[in-house]
């Protein structure tokens, strides 16, 4: 209970932080802490603020009546009596306004930190990203580039673009753009993407289309429809041509559902993964104005005029179904699969070769047991192959014994990294038996050394392995 409480508090405090608050800072606070008992007075009090409050600003009139209706039913049947203290009535609270339409963006919490008379709380939430979202690198967990020329975005939230006028993720968004212009295939990793600043998203979105693209509408109850396009951003090399591929999982929330869902809507990204929880809707955050307490209600919706929805209680459903932790390979192999049908030079493919095979052998790993590992075991010209204690190992004369692991049924890598440029594969004959081993190398280049055919190396080499 205690983790789902914790998880529940800075979901929404993280929802909090990114929203796009309205509605003035009262003057006039209460004090209830956290560890202060609630008499039923005050819960009373409180229901009727926030029911008035959802009542008026929820995006769907029809259903801001029935969750207002279902939450004072409950106050009048004494279902919070049992509660006593602020932070488990906020979160049975929160539990039960959401309990209509399993609306994940609705919600209470406690308002965090000292605030001064006037302060909204967006310039709260402001504040306090100003000051995480350096640490965090404004969401932008990983930039690299993989074997085979792959690009790879971990992309955990959207960041403010700027602030006041002032620079806060932007410069690092472009700089990173930068570092993957050159990519082939990008590959974007949106699994621990629970959302954040809509400008962000459009920056980056931007990168992949050649021109502008009207990717939503945004309804908001009592405003007229606003259609929201990306701008055309250059970063240099082909981002807007190149094969995309976004990872999802079901905790990909908010935003992170709306890059994939745009992206997949036009054809221009594969998704692979799990489907995301289905958080749709455009929420502002409220303060009452009697108790230091932030309603979280969503005020719009946004809808894809590809499709005339939006992912709201749906999700984004992958175009390849994975468990989210086998993900990252599955895009990776797609991708380089995918850009090996292009021509080439030598040296590119055979990276890109290379690349495949390690990834094929995290996708489907092998285990041999004792019987199958002793197969190899042989004098290869200058260098053995010798089992000890369940452990296959290469030998060469006047050096030390490396270990192998195996990547196939007859390829090995070295579990020693400093030999990270050579793998060992074997041939066998007609028969299935071993005759020849081949050190491949990363360039393309092969070694190959046949079995010594004598009967008696072979045995007096077995007879001292284990």
Known sequence: MKKVKTFLTMSLILLALFSNAVGEYPNKQGNVTSAQKLDAATKGTIIEEITALIEEKYVFPDVAEKIAEDIRNRYENKTYDHILTLPDFLQQLTKDLRSINNDSHLGVIPRRGAIKDGVSPEE??????????????????????????????????FSYVEMDSENVGGETAKSAMQVLSSSYALIIDLRDNFGGREEMALLLLGYFFEKPVHLLSNRYRGREETEIWTRA???????????????????????????????????????????TRGSAHRTHLFSLKNYKIDVAIPVGTTIDPETGTDWEGKGVEPDIDVPSAKAVDVAYKKALEKIMQSDGDTSERYEMQW?????????????????????FIGVFGERKITLENGILNYWREGQPAYELEPMAKDLFSFVDKSMFYARIKFSRDRSGAIDKMIIVYDTGQKDEFPIKPLRKIRKSYTSIVG
């Open 124 to 157: 709260m939430y402001k504040a306090i990203y100003l000051k995480r979202g350096p640490f965090q690198n404004y969401g932008f967990k990983k930039v690299e580039r993989l074997l085979g020329n792959v690009g790879c975005l971990v992309l955990d939230e």
């Open 233 to 275: 951003e250059k970063a240099g090399g082909r981002l807007a041509e190149i094969p995309l591929y976004v990872l999802t999982s079901r905790h990909t929330v908010s935003g992170g559902e709306m890059f994939a869902y745009v992206l997949k809507n036009r054809k221009r990204a594969t998704i692979i993964g799990e489907k």
């Open 355 to 375: 690349a495949l095979m390690e990834v094929d052998a995290r996708l489907n790993p092998v285990t041999l047991d004792e019987a199958s590992l002793r197969e």
